[in-house]
């Protein structure tokens, strides 16, 4: 399946890599062998963000030299070469860098904010990348490499939809039981998941994603019942939809993010919402807010949504967010985990965030008896048995003293810990 979008290029061995799939990341040498970008996160990947790491290649690639990769679609000149910029910062080149000790010692105080470097990107204004080249070895490399092709407008990254993939629609939906479906956000980096359940007399709408497009014409397509949405956790990228449901619950312990004391500037969340994103012709940017409002019920633990002959179970489970809750089925083994659990990099480093009871929570949820998960973002082909594993891998990092901020960033495979 081709889902999109940017033509996306990196060096190997003075060979030009090209973007080929974004729903896979895969990557290859054109016209020759394919290399499969194997990350966490598929989606970010493919736009750039994912680490290149050893031991994640089909062919193993040392990271140090295919380290970095810019985006294709904005154009910058320096000293007659031609660079790819960052749209969002003139005259500043994005670059993706290992994320290794040594590289954020390197480019120490050039990560825009620590969401940046959590996806390993750095900023250099174009007339500082010369001095980076003297210490940075793979990027003099590189800088040779577009010097001797004298330009990389004329390079093979171009734009999928060029060649003529077409777009997907913003909201992806299918259906995962005749009273259940699952709305997707592919072409934007975070891949966020919203879960449609409904019942005899009601809907619940779990998660709003992005709020860069209306869900609720989606929503409507698919029930014409009263539709009650719930977000997993009120982080923006949850949240994005929920101003088409004046009735939505929350749990009390993110309260103040909704009544406006979410720690990122307005500036910083759209930044986040441009990022690396497809985005249709009519969305302004400038009119983005991240929703507020008043719940029209708090959530406790325990609680239980009743959608008639339908119920949904409340677990609070606090980790990556203070309020975070997972919406059990039990009637289906259905699991709606959030961001608590997903294949891709699980987030407990920022401030707001609690290692321990993150373990907490996921030990009560390896505990049920859960025959689907329906992660907030990412892969939608992941097993109940995900579970067992991220809740082992809690386990082991308690065990050896490092469940505390800034205790490291740990590689399970599908799943990565950074804490
Ligand atoms: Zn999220």
Redesign the pocket.
């Known amino acids: 399946m081709i889902m999109r979008l940017f033509g996306l290029y990196a060096i190997y061995q003075d060979q030009e890599f090209e973007l080929v799939e974004h729903s896979e990341s895969r990557w290859k040498i054109p016209g020759d062998t394919e290399y499969w970008l194997l990350t966490d996160n598929p989606g970010a990947a493919a736009l750039g963000f994912g680490e290149v790491r050893p031991g994640r290649y089909k062919k193993r690639v040392p990271p140090e030299e295919l380290s970095f990769a810019f985006r294709k679609d904005t154009h910058a000149t320096y000293k007659g070469l031609e660079f790819k910029a960052d749209p969002m910062k003139d005259g500043q080149v994005e670059l993706f860098v290992p994320n290794t000790p040594e590289m954020w010692e390197l480019f120490r105080g050039r990560e825009i904010e620590n969401y940046d470097r959590s996806l390993n990107i750095v900023k250099i204004p174009l007339a500082e990348i010369e001095a980076f080249t003297q210490v940075w070895k793979p990027l003099k490399s590189w800088m040779d490499y577009i010097s001797s092709k004298k330009k990389l407008g004329a390079a093979k990254g171009r734009p999928l939809h060029s060649k003529g993939v077409f777009m997907r629609p913003w909201f992806t939906t299918e259906q995962l039981a005749p009273d259940t479906w699952v709305i997707s956000e592919y072409r934007h980096w ?1 891949e ?1 998941h919203c879960y449609l359940l409904t019942g005899k007399t009601r809907s619940l709408l779990i ?1 709003t994603g992005l709020g860069i497009c209306n869900i609720l014409d989606t929503v409507t397509a698919l029930t014409d019942k009263h539709v009650t949405a719930v977000a ?2 009120v ?1 923006w ?2 949240i994005g939809g929920h101003r088409h449901f004046p009735e939505f619950y929350a749990h009390r312990a993110e309260l103040p993010w909704l009544q406006g004391s979410f720690s990122r500037t307005p500036e910083q969340v759209r930044e986040m919402v441009l990022r690396n994103c497809d985005l249709p012709p009519d969305f302004h940017v400038e009119n983005y807010r991240v929703f507020q409002g008043a719940p029209a019920r708090l959530l406790e633990d325990g609680d239980i949504i009743d959608l008639g002959g339908r119920q949904v179970e409340v677990f609070h489970t606090p980790g ?1 967010s203070p309020g975070h809750m997972c919406f059990f089925e039990r009637a289906r083994g259905y699991l709606f985990t ?2 608590l659990i997903y294949q891709g990099t699980l987030f407990s480093s920022y401030p707001s965030t609690d290692p321990a009871a993150y373990l907490a929570s996921v030990e009560r949820v390896a505990a049920l008896p859960v025959n689907r998960v329906f992660p ?2 990412h892969s939608l082909d992941i097993q109940s048995e995900i579970l067992v594993r991220i809740r082992d891998a809690f386990r082991s990092l308690a065990a050896r003293g490092l469940l505390h901020h800034g205790g490291g960033q740990f590689d399970y495979g599908d799943f990565d810990i950074w804490i």
């Open positions: 975070e966020t998660d997993t956790h982080h990228d949850h990556h959030g961001d907030g973002h």
